[in-house]
């Protein structure tokens, strides 16, 4: 049992009193973050990104530096079930199946049982997450250690065609959004050749764009735009959580052991191949719906359909650290924010940080079990707390949100033109989200756009310029065969649906 | 439909699609331009700088222009609204002040600007007394100058007024 050596070693590094306290600050703000509206886990850990670059220059500051960071993400995740559950808003968008059942709950006066059962799902999805982490990555790490640059040009492609294939928008607008997160990646000096691309003489794109001020712009302005178009009132119901409360819920909770598991189970699987939380969460909502003997009355306030979601949303962003620390390809746009922030501090995410940097990925590891049990204490006692902060009025909320977020994409890199970049992200955010193009695949194109190129390359390199390389074993052929089978799926479903509907439609007549 | 001269459509869902498709194709073709110039093909030493980006570029122009065509031929989108007017003008009041408010950074700095800023948009949009106003607006920027200059050490933009007050 290397795993749980390896783990016992983490939890001696994460219980430091410095990397503790770092954990109960980090989750208080990123519950913060969560409850606000235009700030979220993606763009709450890009502001604060910055902060951390004299933080992780310190001995073992780096792993000091990405728990605080993760824990604003758990914080994030805790967060957005309040929203959802007491205003019917959902803070986080993988928080909107939370409001189907949470919302109803709230208005029978049963808002405490409602946020109890999510946060105690919240972080029994996340803690199956983190044990299939504990487990599984090491494993991953270790089959990766053998990939080359076809390998892992392969993996790349698996995670943006999965997004094709998987994601609800429209294929070919997923395909767009994607590739100009590419271009966007590319403008700037070539790492190989040194040539400059597409800066078109601009000495201010030299350096090209940088996905945190995309990321706050994408995220952070174009929430708050879309959300001053529906109105700036916020009206909520009142929550209060003492023990009864709780220990009634959690009577109660046990019940839905199935539902949890099978949620949790859609939410792993989901984090892990790039779906990402909020698909995993619209879906356990569905499959609880389907096998529950209650399912008829969701909708109308139950438990259980707080629970579902709620499982899933957390198992999907919790797991989607996974393929981040093991392959280097994040499996949403918060863990892509946390690997530009390992890129930053000299990390090099991938197989080989399983090896170099042990106490890195295990303290990381064993501040997951802890942080998520000092979010769940720090949002059962807190919740009214948070709740006040929604009822600050928005017109004096949205300047100060809009001001963060300034400073924010200033202290990247100390300049002025990241802020007016920040706001043009801002309008192509609002415009984007409005006509249903996916933001996650123009920012994960962004981060990893440089390192998929770089494979790419390299991969070409190795064989003189031809494609079949990319099937040239069986490892990296059936890595591009399922990549492929997922970019073409939308066309197949497509297939399969008429040619049934023609087969039916046939039999129909005499 | 009534509901005001505020709920008249401002864009209509289909001209914001094939907008927002043209432009995207605009740009991929200015990808493919770009790396056309720098070469994208095989040089002596290995692919060119313009190699990966060029089919990127491609992609782009293909996928936009099936969103084009897709927007082009959808009938159901031709009388959805895009945005109405009234809600327009809600972005707008915040965007342009939005873009002021970065113009000033670079001029007074950033806690100035801020402080402006948070005291606009107070007051013309939640119509708060002018103490509330000024108390909310400097107290921000105070608490971030605390935060930022004094406690993480980061320094952000300063202008005359921090020159001033000798904070620089």
């Not at chain 1, 076809?150 to 492609?157: D, G, N, S, T």
């Not at chain 2, 110039?37 to 060029?54: K, M």
């Amino acid at each position: 049992m290397d795993e749980v050596q390896s783990l016992v070693q983490g939890f001696v590094v994460a219980l430091s009193f410095k990397n503790l306290a770092l954990m109960f600050v980090g989750i208080v703000l990123g519950v913060i973050i969560g409850v606000l509206p235009g700030l979220g886990g993606a763009n709450g850990v890009a502001i604060l990104l910055p902060l951390t670059f004299s933080m992780a220059q310190a001995p073992g500051g780096t792993t000091s530096a990405i728990i605080l960071l993760s824990c604003i993400y758990w914080g994030a995740l805790f967060g957005g079930a309040i929203t959802s559950i007491l205003f019917n808003i959902p803070g986080e968008p993988w928080s909107v199946a939370t409001t189907f059942d949470g919302y109803p709950l709230a208005q029978q006066g049963r808002a405490g049982n409602a946020l109890t059962a999510a946060f105690t799902s919240s972080f029994v999805g996340a803690l199956i997450a983190v044990i299939v982490i504990t487990f599984l990555s090491p494993v991953v790490a270790r089959f990766a250690l053998e990939f080359g640059p076809p390998e892992f040009f392969a993996v790349y492609l698996l995670t943006f065609c999965a997004f094709v294939g998987m994601s609800k928008e429209p294929p070919f607008k997923t395909l767009a959004s994607m590739m100009l997160g590419f271009a966007l990646a590319a403008v700037g000096t070539d790492p190989v050749t040194g040539a400059l691309r597409l800066t078109f003489g601009s000495t201010a794109l030299l350096s090209g764009f940088d996905f945190l001020v995309a990321v706050i712009g994408l995220f952070g302005i174009g929430e708050i735009l879309l959300t001053l178009e529906e109105g700036l009132a916020f009206k909520g119901a009142k929550a209060r959580i003492n023990l009864r409360v709780v220990l009634d819920t959690w009577k109660e909770l046990p019940r839905y052991w199935l539902t949890s598991l099978r949620s949790a189970a859609v939410g792993c699987f989901m984090g892990i191949v790039p779906g990402g939380a909020t698909p995993a969460s619209f879906m356990s909502y569905g499959v609880a719906r389907r096998f529950s003997p209650n399912g008829d009355k969701f909708g109308t306030g139950q438990v259980e359909g707080v629970v579902a979601p709620e499982t899933a949303a957390h198992a999907a962003g919790t797991s989607a650290l996974l393929p981040m620390l093991t392959l280097g390809v994040p499996g949403s746009p918060t863990a892509a924010v946390l690997l530009g922030g390992l890129l930053i501090w000299g990390l090099q995410p991938g197989p080989l940080l399983f090896v170099e940097q042990k106490d890195f990925v295990w303290g990381l590891i064993a501040s997951m079990y802890l942080g998520n049990i000092a979010g769940l204490i720090v949002v059962l006692t807190c919740v009214p707390l948070f709740a006040a902060i929604l009822r600050i009025p928005f017109s004096v909320i949205a300047p100060i949100i809009i001001v963060i977020c300034a400073i924010g994409s200033y202290t990247v890199h100390n300049s002025l033109f990241d802020v007016w970049m920040m706001v043009v992200f801002g309008i192509a955010g609002y415009v984007f989200k409005k006509l249903s193009y996916p933001l996650a695949p123009l920012v994960l194109a962004i981060v990893l756009g440089d390192r998929a190129e770089a494979s790419f390359r390299q991969a070409m390199l190795v064989s003189q310029g031809d494609m079949s390389v990319f099937f040239s074993n069986a490892l990296v052929g059936s890595l591009t065969g399922l990549a492929l089978l997922l970019l073409f799926w939308p066309l197949l479903s497509w297939l399969i649906l008429r040619v049934r509907a023609s087969a039916s439609g046939a039999r129909k007549l005499p | 439909m009534d509901g005001g001269r505020g709920a008249r459509p401002a864009f209509r869902q289909k001209s914001a699609e094939m907008a927002v498709a043209a432009f995207i194709f605009l740009l991929g073709a200015i990808v493919i331009y770009d790396s056309a110039r720098l070469g994208a093909r095989w040089g002596d030493d290995g692919p060119q700088a313009g190699y990966f980006p060029f089919y990127i570029g491609l992609i782009l122009c293909a996928s936009s222009a099936v969103n084009l065509a897709l927007a082009l031929l959808n009938r159901r989108d031709r009388d959805r609204t895009f945005v109405e007017v009234g809600q327009l003008k809600l972005v707008l009041t915040v965007l342009i002040p939005s873009a002021i408010y970065v113009g000033l950074i670079g001029w007074t700095g950033i806690y100035v600007a801020s402080a402006v800023y948070v005291a606009f948009f107070m007051r013309r949009l939640g119509k708060y007394p002018w103490w509330k106003v000024a108390a909310v607006s400097i107290g921000n920027s105070v608490a971030f100058f605390l935060i930022f200059e004094i406690w993480f050490k980061v320094p952000l933009p300063k202008g005359p007024v921090e020159a001033l007050l000798g904070l620089d």
